[in-house]
């Protein structure tokens, strides 16, 4: 985990990423996009790092610099900007058309990524039972604590009041079979 001037450790962290290639190359990514729940386009998550992007991340780790050594493209990592472009068509053009591409990457830090239940924060208010149609979700106020369940994460039905994925969580005082489903995007890493 990066850590910021004070020795403080952030959640998160950006970094640039240049890939260049010839003109018969891919750019070596399968990636979807991310919106918020108002629709705005966020970026584009990472969903698979094929050969050629591969090969870059090879090179990066073969110099081992310090600077850049956390700088290789992981599934997961969220692509927010692409040569300057920030906009979903934009960002599409410059991975389909550009041999050069210098990537503004965010990337989710949480110390351990294989753990099945992370601790999670609410950033959002989400009255589960009154915004969404059927029953089994969880009620939680913006300051909250709670666990997910990693693997249930699945992608919302067309009933949900959120269009981003939603997850299975528990507050940290119940039991799990005591929780219920909410939408990640009210979350945040712990």
Not at 8 to 30: C, I, M, N, Q, Y
Not at 96 to 113: F, G, I, N
Not at 125 to 150: H, N, S, W
Request: contains cysteine.
């Amino acid at each position: 985990m990066s850590e910021n001037a004070n020795g403080e450790k952030k959640a998160s962290f950006e970094f640039p990423f240049e890939l260049r290639r010839s003109a018969d190359e891919t750019v070596g990514l399968h990636y979807r996009p991310i919106c918020r729940t108002d629709n705005s386009f966020v970026g584009f998550e990472v969903t698979d790092v094929l050969y050629s992007a591969q090969r870059q991340n090879e090179v990066l780790r073969r110099y081992c610099v310090s600077e850049i050594q956390d700088q290789t493209l992981k599934k997961g990592d969220i692509i927010m900007a692409i040569n300057g472009k920030k906009t979903q068509s934009a960002m599409t053009h410059e991975l389909q058309a550009s041999l050069e591409l210098y990537m503004r990457v965010w990337r989710d830090t949480l110390e351990d990524k294989d753990d099945p239940t992370p601790l999670m924060y609410v950033v959002s208010d989400y009255a589960g039972t009154a915004v969404e149609k059927e029953g089994g979700y969880l009620t939680v106020a913006k300051g909250m604590q709670i666990r997910v369940q990693r693997d249930t994460r699945a992608p919302p039905e067309e009933t949900n009041a959120h269009r981003c994925d939603y997850i299975w969580g528990w507050l940290l005082d119940k039991k799990v079979h005591e929780g219920g489903w909410l939408p990640v995007d009210v979350l945040a890493a712990g």
